[in-house]
T-cell receptor
Framework: GQNIDQPTEMTATEGAIVQINCTYQTSGFNGLFWYQQHAGEAPTFLSYNVLDGLEEKGRFSSFLSRSKGYSYLLLKELQMKDSASYLCAVMDSNYQLIWGAGTKLIIKP | DGGITQSPKYLFRKEGQNVTLSCEQNLNHDAMYWYRQDPGQGLRLIYYSQIVNDFQKGDIAEGYSVSREKKESFPLTVTSAQKNPTAFYLC??????????????FGPGTRLTVL
């Protein structure tokens, strides 16, 4: 079967750095997406990786290793507004998105 | 402003009643999707549509129906056959399904509670 694994919850301190990991086993691979979702709101797109390596976008970076079935989202200079769930999703061989359950990130002052 | 709208934000219905959730987009996107989100689970695909008058079942289509009569609109009906309909429903759209870079953009969601 297809599977996306992420930690359920993480806690970090304002101003620090946090890395959220995602491992996947899917039928084919056509890219990996990260979304941010605040409680009760819609997911918003953060990043897309299809080739191995690091993609940087301001305070957020996303890394992909296709051979290891692994990605991480790196958040720097954490702010209180970064408290949210972070969803990892992989596009499979049928171009369908397979979603992880999300990682709830709690930022403490 | 371009975007996706869903209404209503909160919806309460009695058990046994059908209910229709609306989804409209003005992004000129070809593809539209309906997902269901339950606590502790990933988003699950209910139905998707790539073009007008055509749609396909997702992983959990039983108890749901859709239509795509216009490019901009993709309403979802939750029927009385859906055994556990209380959930957060998310509509999304993307430019063209089948290309790996087609990012899905989401509406604000409808929280349905069946009493």
């Amino acid at each position: 079967g297809q599977n996306i694994d992420q930690p359920t919850e993480m806690t970090a301190t304002e101003g620090a750095i946090v890395q959220i990991n995602c491992t996947y086993q899917t039928s084919g691979f056509n890219g990996l997406f990260w979304y941010q979702q605040h409680a009760g709101e819609a997911p918003t797109f953060l990043s897309y990786n299809v080739l191995d390596g690091l993609e940087e976008k301001g305070r957020f970076s996303s890394f992909l290793s296709r051979s290891k079935g692994y990605s991480y989202l790196l958040l720097k200079e954490l702010q209180m507004k970064d408290s949210a769930s972070y969803l990892c999703a992989v596009m499979d061989s049928n171009y369908q998105l397979i979603w992880g359950a999300g990682t709830k990130l709690i930022i403490k002052p | 402003d371009g975007g996706i709208t869903q209404s209503p934000k909160y919806l309460f219905r009695k058990e046994g009643q059908n209910v229709t959730l609306s989804c409209e987009q003005n992004l000129n996107h070809d593809a539209m999707y309906w997902y269901r989100q339950d606590p502790g689970q990933g988003l699950r695909l209910i139905y998707y549509s790539q073009i007008v008058n055509d749609f396909q079942k997702g992983d959990i289509a039983e108890g749901y129906s859709v239509s795509r009569e216009k490019k901009e609109s993709f309403p979802l009906t939750v029927t009385s056959a859906q055994k556990n309909p209380t959930a957060f429903y998310l509509c999304a759209s993307s430019a063209l399904q089948g290309a790996g870079t087609d990012t899905q953009y989401f509406g604000p969601g409808t929280r349905l509670t069946v009493l």
